[in-house]
């Protein structure tokens, strides 16, 4: 025997079962990524791991415009600024 059990269930049983499923998954993906340390707000250290490069390359892109927050000393980056900063020089290959 295989462990397979044939189950027939109705379309909107399918679709509540998604609909949890899909549910859990977020909560748990948030949950990850909150544990993860993963916030909004980096050091330029995380900034760096979060981009995959090397400090200095990161200073290069403060001077091309990539917002930093300095507050008492510490100097943090915005996740949401790298994202929006980093889609801007995104590059379409065009396929004629």
Same mark, same amino acid.
């Given at each position: #025997? +295989? *462990?397979? $059990?044939?189950? !027939? ?5 399918? *679709?509540?079962?998604? @609909?949890?499923?899909?549910? %859990?998954? &977020? ?6 990524? =909150?544990?993860?340390?993963?916030? =909004?707000? #980096?050091?330029? &250290? !995380?900034?760096? @791991?979060? $981009?995959? $490069?090397?400090?200095?390359? %990161? !200073?290069? %892109?403060? &001077?091309?415009?990539?917002? /930093? $927050? ?5 100097? %943090? /980056?915005?996740? @949401?600024? /790298?994202?929006?900063? #980093?889609?801007?020089?995104? &590059?379409? @290959? +065009?396929? +004629?």
């Amino acid at each position: #025997m +295989n *462990g397979f $059990i044939p189950l !027939q269930v109705s379309d909107e049983f399918k *679709g509540k079962y998604f @609909e949890l499923f899909y549910e %859990l998954s &977020k909560e748990a993906f948030e949950a990850a990524k =909150r544990d993860s340390g993963a916030g =909004r707000f #980096m050091t330029k &250290k !995380q900034c760096c @791991e979060f $981009i995959g $490069i090397s400090f200095g390359h %990161l !200073q290069k %892109l403060e &001077k091309f415009g990539l917002p /930093v $927050i300095e507050l008492e000393g510490k100097v %943090l /980056v915005d996740r @949401e600024d /790298v994202i929006k900063f #980093m889609s801007k020089y995104k &590059k379409v @290959e +065009n396929h +004629n």
